[in-house]
């Protein structure tokens, strides 16, 4: 971890990742393919990047079963515990719909309907997380959403991590197949004749799947395309090094493009957090990953003052800021870009991953400055609602028709002016 005295400005936007000119035709073609092919290129792909061999997708009662024998019943708890407090987060996110009137009898409102149905992607490998379960299927069936399918690429004995399943069961999900990548993707906006397509598709995965999320955007929604997680630590001279540095390396172990930075006026607290940060990598179970972003990507700014220190964490607008400092309600009001603030000692980063409440799907790479996390929002769509009574017409149609002709729309002034030829009084 470097140590910079903090000069000119400090940003986390990088470049995002549009992958190679090769692995964009080759997540063309699985679409193609897909398109044209169905189950059948679903099943190809499957054999090809998963190295397995599936007669159908769909996973099984008997999966599920198999999978609550290989969880800790205490783990079972834990979930359920966690998508409780999750629930009752995303309850104050409903958006109801609402209507408002003139004098002229004009109503208007807007109508708000849950989407149809939506597609969340699990990615496979180690970084399987039953918390992202959670944190996309809650705010979902919050948002009154019908179906929710579960898409995610099979592991080697051709089923899906224990943990993702009792996840999604404990939620009440029904669907949930075993395809990954590229294919998957164009399942889920496509459909084949195992997959009925879906208006909206959520959830991280690899370059393939970030790139052939951007493919079918317009056929369907999707949610974002998230970045490496990121850290920024705001603190004073209260605050425990070794709280810091074990804070900071819970974001470096997600990847070895991680983002993890300390803002601080101390010097001291500075020498101190790096001594740590040492000496805790060592023990870390994912340590290559995490020394790899911390090398990379780790740094200590340290400001002349704590006012310069709010202004360095504002530029960067990270998705994860902790604010450690004596009094760090105070500090809140001057924090304008973050996707999610943790105040005080207690606050620690995973905290908001896993039990909190709050979503862990959050704006990376600078994107705070304008976009936010995870909400009930994004599983919900408005309509506005215009009913003009006759006295209304009467009142505003020359005005409107006037307004069209200005545009040169002519066909627009004489449908408002149409309605003369009723001979309303
Ligand atoms: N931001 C987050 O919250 C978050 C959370 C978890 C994981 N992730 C990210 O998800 C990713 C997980 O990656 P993963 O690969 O383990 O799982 P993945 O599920 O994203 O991708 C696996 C699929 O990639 C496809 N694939 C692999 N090689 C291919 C090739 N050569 N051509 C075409 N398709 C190919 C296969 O279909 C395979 O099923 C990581 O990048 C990780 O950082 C992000
Ligand atoms: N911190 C990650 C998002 O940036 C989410 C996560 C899942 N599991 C653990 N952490
Ligand atoms: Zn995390």
Known sequence: MKIERVQGTVSLRRTIESGTEEQRQAVKRIIDDVRNNGDGALKKYTEMFDGISLDTFAVTQEEIEEAYWLVDENMVHIIREAAQNIR??????????????????????????????????????????????????????????????????????????????????????????????????????????????????????????????????????????????????????????????????SQAEHDERAVSILVTPSLQLALKVEEEVEKQLATLPRKEIAQKAMNEYGVIYVTDTMKQAIDVVNELAPEHLEVMTAEPFEILSDIRHAGAIFLGPYSSEPVGDYFAGTNHVLPTNGTARFSSGLTVEAFMKKSSIIFYSQQAWQQHAAKIAAFARLEGLEAHARAVEERLKRGDK
């Open 88 to 249: 009752e987060y995303h309850e104050r996110q409903r958006m109801t719909s609402w209507f408002m009137t003139r004098d002229d009898g004009t109503i208007l409102g807007q109508k708000v309907t849950p989407l149809d149905a939506v597609g969340l992607y699990v990615p496979g490998g180690t970084a399987a997380y039953p918390s992202s379960v959670l944190m996309n299927v809650i705010p979902a069936q919050v948002a009154g959403v019908k179906r929710i399918v579960i898409v995610s690429p099979p592991n080697e004995r051709g089923t899906l991590p224990a943990a993702v399943l009792v996840a999604a069961c404990e939620l009440g999900v029904q669907e949930i197949y075993k395809v990954g990548g590229a294919q998957a993707i164009a399942a889920l906006a496509y459909g084949t004749e195992t997959i009925e397509p879906v208006d909206k598709i959520f959830g991280p995965g690899n370059i393939y799947v970030a790139l052939a999320k951007r493919e079918v955007f317009g056929q369907v929604d999707i949610d974002m395309i998230a970045g490496p997680s990121e850290i920024v630590v705001l603190a004073d001279e209260t605050a425990k090094p070794n709280e810091i540095a074990a804070d900071l390396l």
